[in-house]
């Protein structure tokens, strides 16, 4: 989208810099060695050109295999870094950066690009510091075609911030220009610039021979001509103070100003200048707040040819804030709530007693449970509880501060009602209680499914959310339930979510993980699934992330009595702690079968084939469980590379569906939760009985 061909001192190496920066361990220009770095064994080779400078992942060399993985040596970033490095895609392919921290099973994705280009580009990847040792990995998947690869040409980890930069390298530490057929930013010093130009020298060395950046009205041709300078994106949540130089020529005829723009295209501005002309280059200190990937923009505005210049220099970055009002960074976590101890920041407004009550279902086959656990609790706004057949149930959450763009989650589930005309709506309130804005209401649900819906919302001033459900008429309305709250800083389509799972995570939305099965007979296997099974009487009637999502599941009517199916993750690492594994399954149906969990342990001393006679068992549920999604803990621990296998075995007739969802691996040990020991065959007095 934005190149540098404008800037006329970019080069293709780091290498050539007038002032080679202090490179930490981990950087390599692969002249004559490879620096430590390794191909995978289990993924296709790197290879060194044969007259170095570059390392490829062409796909004529890569055989049956779809992927390279290049690991580094072992690691230590005592403050924080920033990797640099120079790369191509020819033709098709794709190029992954990854964070290994060792003693976790999972890799962090850090940086992507599918671009392809017919010459060299950089990539800015920020590196956070860590208390342990790590890896990085670059995961390079050329297509398949003839003449498509991915090299890497130079790896450079220095000190500080990606957004830091004082020009004097060739390539402007990853900063580029959006092009403007008349006015751009352009590298400003050295010996050769015009005699007769008005630019200043630089600051940074402060003489003729150093560089900076600037643009010039000069080729201005319209009114506002703009010109935008673009940082790298951030990789890692950040807050802090960044400061820079600037000159400011005939400030009257321009428009300068510092913005961020996130990965939506979202524009903010942060500051403006308050000094109309300034001769002498001027410091200037600005509080940014990051905590999503985001650009710094550097623009400028011309009216006219006669509009002067604009020139910036020494960007640098501090993780203090530079001004003692701002704002410290808010924890939105005040609004979340999943009901189990109670209302939390939440309260009901008390007229006419209380609409919205915590209560909880036990296990049975006739009435959902709550989303959290499946035996937890969570609100339910119903009739039984005012003293007159209609109602406004309104539950308000905390104050939150303004400012801010936030992304609320929640789930509703909706039961017995002939019309959903408001039975759920949310609001958006002032510290006054005065409605801003009605932001969402039920369209369409289906009945007894808890739905996912995701809100992204901003205001200037402190607000709350308010759900509000209203009951015109007794026989019109049913019940409505809550729960699972939370709040996190951000647009929802940027935020880790259901849509962008975090590193163990699986929910099944983007496919299967990458998880394998294992069929000792023909038929049968799990199926990944969205809606309701075929089979009536068993299985979920949605998946347990989204209510409209997917989940994987056996189908008993593919299946004979006692055959089973094994759906295996991929290889974890193992780690020296407690590990926890958390998941939610569903058997429902008279003829359920058994759901087990086991742990396979790698040993490098066998083949793979004798591994399937070290499987230990973990976890075990037999028979019907509930209609409810039920959430599963297990704690276990493994220090080898191993994988865990869920088996399913189908029961005594086609009413035996069961299925699995949502899995989440986190250092453990798991959470004390009684309700996830609790045994359950399926059969009770107290099918549908709910306690307040």
């Known amino acids: 989208m934005f190149t540098l061909q404008l800037l006329p001192f970019l080069v293709l190496t780091l290498a050539k810099a007038q002032q080679q920066p202090l490179l930490l361990p981990g950087s390599c220009s692969f002249e004559f060695s490879t620096c430590g770095y390794t191909s995978d064994p289990k993924y296709a080779t790197w290879t060194v050109n044969e007259e170095g400078r570059f390392i490829t992942a062409d796909a004529a060399l890569m055989g049956s295999k779809d992927k390279a993985v290049l690991l580094s040596p ?79 040409f130079e790896i450079h980890i220095v000190p500080g911030f990606c957004i830091e930069c004082d020009f004097e390298e060739h390539h402007l530490c990853g900063y580029s220009n959006q092009w403007n057929p008349n006015v751009n930013w352009y590298v400003g010093g050295s010996l050769a610039r015009d005699p007769q130009s008005d630019l200043p020298d630089d600051h940074t060395m402060n003489n003729e021979r150093g560089h900076y950046m600037y643009v010039d009205s000069i080729y201005a041709k319209k009114f506002q001509e703009v010109a935008k300078l673009l940082s790298p994106m951030t990789t890692t949540p950040m807050s802090g103070c960044l400061s820079f130089y600037y000159q400011r020529n005939q400030a009257r005829g321009n428009y300068f100003s510092l913005l961020t723009r996130d990965e939506l295209g979202h524009y903010e501005e942060l500051w403006r200048p308050d000094a109309y002309d300034t001769t002498q280059w001027k410091l200037e200190l600005v509080d940014i707040k990051a905590p999503h990937p985001l650009e710094v923009v550097f623009e400028v505005a011309f009216n006219s040819p006669r509009g002067g210049y604009v020139a910036i220099d020494d960007i640098s970055f501090s993780p203090e804030f530079c001004h003692s009002e701002t704002d410290p960074n808010f924890d939105p976590s005040i609004a979340n709530c999943d009901f189990e101890e109670g209302f939390c920041e939440f309260h009901q407004e008390q007229i006419e007693g209380s609409v919205w009550n915590r209560v909880s279902v036990k296990p049975n086959v006739y009435r959902v449970g709550d989303h959290t656990t499946g035996t937890g609790s969570f609100l339910l706004a119903n009739t039984r509880f005012t003293s007159r057949p209609g ?287 609790v045994q359950y065959s399926g059969f009770s007095e107290n099918f549908n009985e709910i306690e307040y």
């Open 391 to 677: 109602y406004v149930g309104r539950l308000h959450g905390p104050v939150l501060p303004g400012n801010h763009k936030y992304c609320l989650r929640f789930y509703y589930a909706l039961h017995g009602f002939m019309k959903i005309d408001n039975a759920l709506a949310l609001y958006i309130y002032d510290e006054d209680n005065v409605a801003q804005e009605k932001v969402w209401t039920v369209s369409e649900s289906s009945r007894d499914v808890w739905m996912e819906v995701d809100i992204t919302f901003q205001k200037p001033m402190p607000t709350k959310i308010v759900f509000v459900t209203i009951c015109r008429n007794f026989w019109d309305c049913g019940l409505v339930s809550l729960d699972d709250i939370t709040v996190t800083i951000g647009d929802c389509r940027v935020t880790a979510g259901p849509l962008r799972p975090v590193p163990g995570q699986c929910n099944f939305e983007q496919g299967e993980c990458g998880y394998t099965q294992e069929r000792k007979q023909r038929r049968g296997g799990w199926l990944r699934m969205r809606g309701q099974t075929p089979t009536s009487y068993t299985g979920p009637r949605a998946d347990h992330t989204l209510g409209v999502g997917h989940y994987m599941y056996i189908e008993a009517s593919h299946m004979l009595p006692g055959h089973s199916a094994r759906l295996l993750t991929t290889e974890l690492r193992g780690v020296d702690s407690p590990q926890c594994l958390v998941f939610y399954y569903h058997m429902y149906g008279s003829g359920t079968g058994t759901l087990s969990v086991f742990l396979r342990r790698h040993d490098n001393r066998h083949h793979y084939r004798e591994l399937r006679y070290r499987d230990s068992l973990l976890w075990r549920r037999q028979g019907e469980q509930s209609i409810s999604w039920m959430r599963a803990m297990v704690d276990y621990e493994c220090y080898t590379k191993h994988q865990i296998i869920f088996e399913a075995v189908r029961g005594s007739s086609i009413r035996s569906d069961i299925a699995i969802d949502d899995i989440v691996f986190k250092q453990g040990p798991c959470k004390a939760d009684p309700g996830d020991s």
């Open 74 to 152: 072992d690691l230590e970033l005592v403050d924080w870094g920033c990797l640099r490095m120079v790369y191509q895609i020819t033709g098709k392919g794709s190029l992954q950066l990854h964070l290994r921290p060792h003693g976790e099973n999972f890799d962090y994705t850090l940086w992507t690009s599918e671009k392809p280009s017919d010459s060299w580009l950089i990539a800015s990847i920020d590196l956070r510091n860590m208390s342990q040792t790590y890896q990085v990995l670059m995961e390079g998947r050329p297509g398949k075609e003839e003449g498509n690869s991915v090299a890497i």
